[in-house]
Every structure is written in structure tokens, then in C-alpha cells.
């Protein structure tokens, strides 16, 4: 364990702006050596939240994992996003604990969390028995091979999952696979089989209560192709910034355009016909063209492109947390734009009013994980289209897309890729996590077909939010209050402000009290002449600079795990201390030789890395709140909601109380 240094006593007191000199100074410290690490902490799930935190993972343990591509390194930046980059402050501190995080997809780490089976963490949205079913996303490694301990793969245990979805709010039951072939050693399969499905229900009597936390404050941002075609078009886009690579730098949209881009009422850039509708700041209904209208008086409106050039909207086909943070806020906004149902907006965003079999539905199947519960709304809605069309990258079954400008993809990678920069696919527009796309990524890779194809990442588009239309500020370059108005970018402050539109929850009884999005606007609540009364808050941010498309990463963990070996449980707590401490600035400097479950400390390098990535860390009360609850010890082992280990001698303690035997 190394000693503090002076340059951890000036990281526990400096703030992130001054982050960059302190890790200049930690870069005289060198990394732990593999070799020291022994101990392993397991999870998988989020696609969203993977590349961040194997990063976090990283500078916890003070070094990386094998071909993980990130670099401890003085040059490392909060000014600007460092891309692969870390703070060589990292390296000061080292633990024996190695984090490895499998990249399966929101949907595919609940099912593994409910059943508490690792070998439940691969990729795909398996439909019939057998199943064919992928290892997890290569980028990043989901094991170390430079370490003979962690080159393993499936698990051998499950610790926690990451999700950007909610649990539902009641009846945890999941599909559950087995009689997997090959049963083991997965690392090297990229198919394997399940012979096997049944239903199973998360089970209490073993593990305790379910535990859902947020850990992360996350924009999705819209990103976009910009690039001009082959085919001789050109992108007239008058609302871009200099430079477009800048976060939200490629496109300025509207919430009007959104709406009318993913219900298909708008199906090419070069449309100049289409009247879709809008709100003014008095909540009166108006039309407005599609067309760029960047309207600061010295422009005037075009169509985005020179030429027809279909909009191609990628979406993921497996069951992602990124896309019901899309959804959320599509389901939430764009039935508030159409109050005549003219647009049939609120059948297409939220699926009530839509008939199936002769009955009318009355239950939403929106925001959800699952993508395809749009499309077939829109099928429902739009009927058929021939599909004319067949991306190159994909290999799953096109006949059903309601039109053929609809492309799939399977994990966020591989849907950076299908959207891309390259002219082959301009035009293309799907949603990403920050980290993802410029200026937080560089390029992004993802194996298909057996090889490992690498691509720059792509640019994102800037988002009105709702307190501009509030203001009156309908297009990017409307002045107001004497300045030009630009619409909000996908960054970890614009994230931040839109968190802080959330109430604080009360001390939580149960794993539902933390979902972030079932938190809705009181009855008779009214934002420029419009009732949001049920709505949700997340989805409709009413401040100054909330990125309005935001959501959490949430971890499920278990309130009782069986150890053993006694360093399982205390290897989680303590991390989840590190981590949870990196959001509040008022507990005393880290030091792994003193900071633990019991005292944690204040680390920036956590909240620099997840800035570095394009989120934000969680608000210090809901950290602290997280803390005291969840992962301090009760006093004389007497808290029902901290977590803990199976004691064998049947003498149990804190969230063990009841439980029998622990989390596997």
C-alpha cells in the first residue's frame, strides 16, 4: 500500500480545477504492478456507464487493465475532455482490488442482477429456445488478460450491476438461460447456446433486499451525421457551432424536430414541405417548418440538405437503459405538442389510444428499454412501408421496421458505428451516452463479424429545452434578454442542471424510492401556459441549461452476500465509499490507508474521470444520503438497508437480518 504523499494532501483539499497540476505531481508515484492485484469486484450490465467505469475502475486500483486503452498521464485535462486519458494521480494511491465490468446492455445486467447468475451477463435479446447468444462488448474488456486471476470468462461471482433503466417497481422476475454450450470459457466463443429458459423471481430469502441506487448523471445525446453524401448533396446546416466537433456542435434541433423525426412525420433532411407543430411560450399550439431556422436576423431558413437525403434514424434493437432515457423523454414531451391529435403523437410516443385486435389500449408501453415498442406504434399508427433498404452492418431481420429508414444495432458501440461520420451514411441520426461521441471519444470500435472494425466517433446535436420555450426561444439564434440563444448541449453540466430539478427522496424504504423517474410534477403544476401535472420531472427540466434528454445509471447491489474467503463484501463497501465520497468535498482527503466503509474520504480524480466522460457525478446530498444508508455499518449491526456479509454462525447482521445463505 503506498503512503500519502504531498500531492494527496493537495488532492483532498484542491478542487477539479486544479486537478490538472496535482496529477502532474502524482505522476512521480508508479502504477501497482499487476501482480499486487488479488481481489476482484464483478459486474456488468450499462453500455452507457461501461466506459466510465472501467476508467473509475482503473484509478482505484492505480492501474489499468490489459488493452483497455486508457493511459495514466500528466496531460490529462479538466479544461477539456482527454479522451483515453487519466489523471496520473491515480497511480499515487493503489488498492489489491481489480474491477472488470461486463458491457451486456441495461436489460441484460437486470436479468443477471434478478437472478444473481453471472452467466446471465451476455449480450443479444434472445427470443426462442435454443438461443444463440454473444459474449460482451470487446470495447471495453470485459477481463484482463495480463492478469491470470481476472482472464476468465463467465464470472465467478456476481457483485453488482449497472442499469440505466429502473427495476420495475414490483415483481422482480426475469427469464433466466441455461444448459449454456460451452459451459465454460467464454472469452474465447463468440456464440454460445442456451438450450434452456425459465421464469425466475429475485430471491429475498438468499440475498436480502434489492438495492437500486443512482450512481451517475448521464446525457444522451443526440448524435448526428452531418457529413455530405456521395451522391453530390450538401449540408446547408446554418445552426452548426465552430467547431462542430464541440459537444452538441453538429446540429441545432428543436423539440419539434425531435418529435417529428422519431414518430416519422419528417423522413429527409431536405424537407421543406412539412409543417409540424410547436409550442409557444404562451402553451398555444403553433406550426412551424422543418427546414434549418436559425432566426437571429441575419439568416434565412433552408432546408438542411441540397438534396433529398433520408433521415436514417439507428436505434438499439437490444433492451438499453439509454433508450428508455430517450423514450422517457419523448413519451413526457411530444403528446404535449400535439393536444388536437392531429399528429397522432400521443398513440405514437406512449402507445395508449392505439387498436390491437379490435381494442383500443389504454396502457402505455412507453418509455421503455425496448426500442421496438416505437416502431410498432408507428406501425400501428403509419401501417407498413416497404422496405427498401438493407444496412451493410446489419444482421438482424429488417422485414418488420415500420420503414425502411429505421436501422438497428446491437450495444451502444456498435450504434456510434452504424451512425459514424463517414459519407457512406450520411444523414444517419440515433442516440449515444455522451462518452460516446466527440468530443469525449475519439473513435469507437466494436467486433463484427469476427473482426474488429474502429470508426472516428460521431458528433451531437444541441437540444431546446423546455424553459426556452418557456422564454420564447423556438429556434437556435432567437435573441432574448439581448443575446443570440443557443439550444443546450449534451454535457456533464447540463446534465447536472437537470438532475437538480429532482426532489430529494426521503430515507428510502425500498429500491423503488430511488428511481429518478418515477418522480412527476404535482397536480395543477404549469410551466408557460402548460399543465405538467404527472409528467415526469427528468423528462421536462424547468432550469436555466438542463440538457432535457438526462437520466442516472443506476447499481443494484445485495443487501447480503455469502463470503467465505471475508474480503468480498468489504472489497465492494469500501469501493462503493471511494466512489460515493468523490462526490462530496467536505469529508477528509482519501487514503486507502485509513479510508474505508467505516470513514470514507474525498477523492476528485472520481468526479474528474466521469466529467472526462461526458457525465456527472451524483449530488453530494444524495451521496452522503447513499452512504449513511447503504454502506456505513449500523450500529451494533442493527441497520436493516446496509449492506453485509452471511454469517455463518446464524447471527445476522444489518441488511443479513432474515436472510439465509447470501448473494452467490
Partial sequence: MKTKSFAGRLLGTTSLVVLSAAAML?????????????????????????????????????????????????????????????????????????????????????RAYIANDPRQLFRGNPKSTPALVKRPSLNPPFRDTANPNFSKYPYPQLDFTASDAPLASTNLTTVSFG?????????????????????????????????QLPILEVPVAIAVNTSNPLSGVTWNNQSALTPNTQ??????????????????????????????????KTGAQQLQHFYDDNTNGTVTPVAYTSGR?????????????????????????????????TYNYKAIFTGVGIAKGGTVTTTANLPSSDFDNLLENIRAVKGDAEHDHRDSLAVEDDSERPDPRWISA?????????IGTSRL??????????????????????????????????????IQNQNQRVVGVYHPGQVVSGRAQNFIPPTPTGAQAAFRSLNFPAPAVTYNDWNIYAQVYGPGTIFGGVPYGGLSIIANPQRVGAYPIT?????NVYSCYSDASGARVPALKNWLAWFFGGSQTGLPPYDPATSDAGAPGYDPNVAAIIRNNGLHELDPAW??????????????????????????????????????GGAK
Fill in 425 to 462: 451514411l450520411a444523414g444517419r441520426i440515433g442516440y449515444l451516452s455522451a462518452d460516446y461521441t466527440q468530443p469525449y471519444a475519439t473513435t469507437v470500435s466494436e467486433e463484427i463479424l469476427g473482426q474488429t472494425i474502429t470508426a472516428p466517433a460521431p458528433l451531437s446535436a444541441s
Fill in 179 to 211: 444448459n449454456f454450450l460451452p459451459s465454460t470459457n467464454w472469452q474465447n466463443t463468440p456464440l454460445i447456446a442456451a438450450a434452456t429458459r425459465k421464469t425466475v423471481s429475485f430471491n429475498t430469502a438468499s440475498a436480502g433486499a434489492p438495492i
Fill in 551 to 555: 437520466g442516472a445509471t443506476f447499481i
Fill in 410 to 418: 446491437e450495444g451502444s458501440n456498435h450504434e456510434a458505428l452504424k
Fill in 247 to 280: 459537444a452538441g456542435g453538429a446540429i441545432q434541433l428543436s423539440a419539434a424536430q425531435l418529435c417529428a423525426i422519431f414518430s416519422a412525420t419528417v423522413t429527409d433532411w431536405h424537407d421543406t414541405s412539412t409543417l409540424i407543430p410547436y409550442l409557444d
Fill in 623 to 660: 451521496a452522503a444520503s447513499i452512504q449513511n444508508q447503504y454502506i456505513l455499518p449500523g450500529i451494533d449491526g442493527g441497520r436493516p438497508t446496509a449492506i453485509a456479509a452471511y454469517n455463518a454462525s446464524g447471527n445476522q447482521i444489518d441488511g443479513c437480518q432474515g436472510a439465509t
Fill in 26 to 110: 502524482g505522476a512521480q508515484q508508479p502504477a501497482a504492478a499487476q501482480s499486487t492485484i488479488s481481489t476482484g469486484i464483478y459486474g456488468g450490465g450499462s453500455m452507457l456507464s461501461s466506459l466510465t467505469l472501467r476508467q473509475i475502475f482503473d484509478c482505484y486500483a492505480g492501474t489499468t487493465v490489459a488493452n483497455d486503452g486508457q493511459t495514466f498521464s500528466p496531460s490529462f485535462t479538466t479544461a477539456t475532455p482527454s479522451p483515453d486519458l487519466l489523471p496520473a494521480s491515480c497511480t499515487q494511491f493503489s488498492t489489491a482490488v481489480e474491477g472488470l465490468f461486463a458491457g451486456v446492455g441495461s436489460g441484460n445486467g437486470q
Fill in 309 to 341: 437525403l433520408p433521415i436514417r434514424v439507428v436505434y438499439r434493437s437490444d433492451e438499453s437503459g439509454t433508450s428508455f432515457i430517450l423514450t422517457n423523454y419523448l413519451a413526457n414531451y411530444c403528446p404535449l405538442l400535439d393536444p388536437t391529435g
